[in-house]
């Protein structure tokens, strides 16, 4: 039972235009939601939450929306860079609880 | 800065071997995880620690076990290891719930041949 999904496994966009990864959950008792990034060969390094009393969080190119009636968050990367090739993980988390569940990520390539 | 260090980048081990992967972290962090990586199948979660001595199974605990003596150290064990836990192993420690998320170590590319 695959609580977080990622139905993308991949995404190529273009050098300056929107990057769009989704991820859907159908765990109604997640409340805080993180997005991880990816380099091979390299452990994932965090990148942006947003915790389900917002709709929305951002950080510089970074931005994280939640639908919570859709049970739907996306990352959106404007604009994209090539160094940003990367697997990206999102992550949910309920209030009690010690672990987090991910996805099974999306490769994200950034074309030049 | 604070970190997750994993003792091997990588590691090549014979069928049947006996293996350690070890995990330090330096942040006081009460909770380690050991995940492995696979392609197609995202991370999944062998095993964690909430404490000192104490463990709980993840999705795929089978054929592994785990050793927590110290609160900085979380071990990984392979009884036996097999062909099919050719893997990246991801070791990860987390202040408190899942909402202070994790930090990752880099990562031990494991071969069994």
């Known amino acids: 039972d695959q609580q977080v999904k990622q139905n993308s496994p991949s995404l190529s966009v273009q050098e300056g235009r929107i990057s769009i990864l989704n991820c859907d959950y159908t765990?109604?008792?997640?409340?805080?939601f993180l997005w991880y990034k990816k380099y091979p060969a390299e452990g994932p390094t965090f990148l942006i939450s947003?915790?389900?009393?917002?709709d929305k969080n951002e950080d510089g190119r970074f931005t994280v929306f939640l639908n919570k009636s859709a049970k739907h968050l996306s990352l959106h990367i404007v604009p994209s860079q090539p160094g940003d090739s990367a697997v990206y993980f999102c992550?949910?988390?309920?209030?009690?609880?010690?672990?987090?569940?991910f996805g099974k990520g999306t490769l994200l390539t950034v074309n030049p | 800065d604070v970190k997750v260090t994993q003792s091997s980048r990588y590691l090549v081990k014979r069928t049947g071997e006996k293996v350690f992967l070890e995990c330090v972290q330096d942040?006081?962090?009460?909770?380690m995880f050991w995940y492995r990586q696979d392609p197609g199948l995202g991370l999944r979660l062998i095993y964690f620690?909430?404490?000192?001595?104490?463990?709980e199974k993840g999705d795929i605990p089978e054929g592994y076990s785990v050793s927590r003596e110290k609160k900085e150290r979380f071990s990984l064990i392979l009884e036996s290891a097999s062909t099919n836990q050719t893997s990246m192993y991801l070791c990860?420690?987390?202040?408190?719930?899942?909402?202070?998320?994790?930090?990752f170590g880099s990562g031990t590319r494991l071969t069994v041949v």
């Open positions: 942040m006081d962090h009460e909770n």
């Open positions: 990860a420690s987390s202040l408190g719930g899942g909402h202070y998320g994790y930090t």
């Open positions: 765990n109604s008792m997640f409340d805080y």
């Open positions: 620690s909430y404490d000192v001595k104490m463990k």
């Open positions: 947003i915790s389900s009393i917002k």
């Open positions: 992550a949910a988390s309920g209030r009690s609880n010690y672990k987090l569940t």
